[in-house]
């Protein structure tokens, strides 16, 4: 069959298994490029279409390509010129009720004519969901959070306000609530939006004058999750749309989970009555995970691929890449592919020539190097650390560097005694415990650490 015939039957049948508006925004101005044993090409008209149909549509998409007879290896999407000059839906900008009827899903038109694939889907990717977190001392807080939320919605900590820094898995949390609801209690309506796609959608209903539509779809959301929020720094019209959702939401026991790689007070030109309302509810304050979680992580996720890593590839991974999961999970994906495609053992020695020369710096981790940092922060001398006195500008720093031990080199109680000159393993077992737990509570204690950990990874 020609590949246009065979598209157009393909079609015909996605056609039958989506939604109009799901079909439209789509499907309608893909092509099939080409077509063998090996691969099937899709010729899409944008990046948004590619990653829907990637993300969203795969399998819909391998099942009729199969049923049809066409059964490739791959199936792959490409920005293809021809789809992208051929005239695109037109129909106008749908919010509101007529955007039920076309089950949320809109195409409006940029100012400059070209059409932009826009839909108030609920956001969410299957991918991150409770059962695929990993966690950690650094993370279990929020976890626990996001549970309790998932299981009473509007309940207890609203809003949730979770911060912290880059690749350390808050847009995994906050979306596994979403996910966990849509399975558990399918009724209620989820919205899930980055901050910028919030602005985004905004501009275009004032252009629209249809702010009226946008403000109705969001404020009758059962649970609003809104990724980035320190995005809306500087930008008064919306920081002014998003307090009336929030009120309005709020007064009506909705749920409201918030993400930002800032606390609310450090958000630069965020109304106050914004900030003041985002610290109504619970902000937990998500720490780059410690070193025991990123080697869960690692294994967690080598798993996936079906592969079991050696403990020393697990540690070098998770001593070289300290502070970002993201990055943490890239180094994974790139060793294993280097490896599979050369049928080599993921080893150590293959890490280190693959990540040692790129971004990553091949260094172990000495105690020795922990005690230096801690003692050089408080400027407290490495005598006074590892001998007798117990004064408490002394005590504190000298614990930290124990709880840094354990965190950064897991090592034992009994070695961290040694390491800081203490007879008695229990007293690092104290001193270990007590950080940890302060940690929690003073986000001071929890900088300082990170600062710390920052110079020794610098
Ligand atoms: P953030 O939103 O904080 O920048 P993400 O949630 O996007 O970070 O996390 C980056 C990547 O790391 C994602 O692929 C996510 O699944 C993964 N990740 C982060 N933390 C964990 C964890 N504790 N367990 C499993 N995967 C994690
Ligand atoms: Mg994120």
């Known amino acids: 069959m020609q590949n246009d015939s065979l598209w157009q039957a393909v079609l015909g049948e996605i056609e039958l298994s989506v939604s109009r508006g799901s079909f439209i925004t789509w499907f309608k101005n893909t092509e099939l490029v080409k077509s063998d044993a090996a691969v099937a090409v899709i010729g899409v008209p944008n990046v948004f279409i590619k990653e829907q149909l990637e993300h969203k549509f795969s399998g819909l998409i391998s099942d009729v390509l199969g049923k049809n007879g066409v059964k490739p290896k791959a199936i792959e999407y490409k920005i293809s010129s021809v789809v992208s000059t051929k005239p695109v839906y037109d129909d106008p900008v749908i919010f509101g009720e007529k955007a039920a009827e076309i089950e949320e899903e809109h195409v409006v038109k940029t100012a400059n004519g070209s059409s932009l694939s826009h839909s108030y889907r609920q956001g969410l990717n299957e991918r991150y969901t409770f059962e695929n977190f990993v966690v950690g001392a650094s993370n279990e807080l929020a976890f626990a959070a996001c549970q309790s939320i998932a299981q009473n919605p509007g309940m207890k900590y609203n809003p949730l306000f979770l911060y912290g820094g880059v690749g350390i898995g808050k847009t995994h949390l906050i979306q596994a609530v979403g996910n966990d609801l849509t399975a558990t209690q399918p009724g209620l309506r989820i919205l899930y939006i980055s901050t910028e796609q919030f602005v985004q959608e905004f501009v275009d209903a004032l252009r629209f004058r249809k702010t009226a539509d946008f403000a109705s779809y969001y404020r009758s959301a059962d649970i609003l999750i809104v990724d980035d929020i320190q995005f809306i720094a500087g930008k008064e019209k919306i920081q002014e749309e998003f307090f009336h959702t929030f009120n309005a ?102 890490a280190t020539s693959l990540l040692g020369t790129t971004k990553t710096r091949p260094k172990h981790l000495s105690a020795k190097q922990i005690i230096e940092r801690t003692s050089r922060h408080f400027q407290v001398p490495i005598e006074d650390m590892v001998g007798p006195k117990r004064d408490k500008d002394i005590v504190v720093p000298r614990q930290i560097a124990m709880y840094m031990l354990r965190s950064e080199l897991h090592l034992s109680f009994p070695k961290i005694a040694r390491e800081l000159g203490r007879k008695d393993h229990t007293t690092a077992i104290h001193s270990v415990d007590k950080i940890e737990k302060l940690s929690r509570l003073d986000p001071g204690l929890r900088q300082t650490i990170a600062d710390i950990k920052e110079r020794l990874y610098a």
């Open 249 to 350: 939401l709020y007064q009506a026991n909705k749920q409201i989970i918030i993400s930002s790689d800032k606390p609310p007070k450090d958000i630069p030109t965020l109304e106050e009555r914004l900030k003041s309302r985002f610290t109504w509810g619970m902000s937990i304050d998500m720490q780059t995970p410690d070193f025991e979680t990123r080697c869960a992580i690692i294994q967690a996720k080598s798993l996936d691929h079906q592969v079991t890593l050696s403990h020393e590839v697990v540690e070098y991974l998770s001593t070289n890449i300290p502070t970002n999961v993201r990055e943490l999970e890239g180094a994974l994906n790139q060793l294993l592919a280097f490896c599979e495609v050369r049928s080599l053992e993921p080893s150590l020695s293959v």
